[in-house]
Antibody
């Protein structure tokens, strides 16, 4: 059975940084794509980042480009999203998703507020 | 960016009756490999999203056969043949034929 478990969310001040992690089991991230999707309170889903399982290529939404870095650790079966220069509008639940969104974690809440 | 436009945004349905959600993209979703990367997701209240349909019309494992996807090019539809109470939630279409990947605004399905 596949499990994705996000961690690292919390309260951070504007301009601060956070590193979100996604622990994956039952699914080989070495050969599968991984993404991060977020959902602001009461709003819809927004794809924000992707890393290719095949060649490590990365892509970002404009809303986080230049402020975020996605990476993965195949040995520890985890994917991370480093987020810097956080803004109020980054407040959201952040989901890790595997493959072409075949699998989702339960999400981790990031609150950006002073 | 490809804009995904869903309609309606709110869909009150009687139990046992059919429901249909439209998703239109601002450009064709046919990828260079010939596939159309359009998926549908369900998000029940308080839960993570769950994929229902991939590549327009392929139902995910465990998804009831009352859910079906259809369409081509820029025009896609998710149909529920007979709505059940467990189908309440928000439904999203998403394209990943073009970067950046984009979701529709979501359609809230509720029981009348």
């Amino acid at each position: 059975e596949v499990h994705l478990v996000e961690s690292g969310g919390g309260l951070v001040q504007p301009g601060g940084s956070l590193r979100l992690s996604c622990a994956v089991s039952g699914f080989t991230i070495r050969i599968n794509d991984m993404s991060w999707v977020r959902q602001a309170p009461g709003k819809g889903l927004e794809w924000i980042s992707y890393i290719s399982g095949r060649n490590g290529a990365v892509y970002y939404a404009d809303s986080v480009k230049g402020r975020s870095t996605i990476s993965k650790d195949n040995a520890h079966s985890s994917v991370s999203l480093q987020m810097n220069s956080l803004r109020d509008e980054d407040t959201a639940v952040y989901y890790c998703a595997g493959g072409h969104f075949d699998y989702w974690g339960q999400g981790t809440l990031v609150t950006v507020s002073s | 960016d490809v804009v995904m436009t869903q309609s309606p945004l709110s869909l009150p349905v009687t139990l046992g009756q059919p429901a249909s959600i439209s998703c239109r993209s601002s450009q064709s979703l046919v990828y260079s490999d010939g596939n159309t990367y359009l998926s549908w997701f369900q998000q029940r209240p308080g839960q993570s999203p769950r994929r229902l349909i991939y590549k327009v019309s392929n139902r995910d494992s465990g998804v009831p056969d009352r859910f079906s996807g259809s369409g081509s090019g820029t025009d896609f539809t998710l149909k529920i043949s007979r709505v059940e109470a467990e189908d309440v939630g928000v439904y999203y279409c998403m394209q990943f034929s073009h970067w950046p990947w984009t979701f529709g605004q979501g359609t809230k399905v509720e029981i009348k």
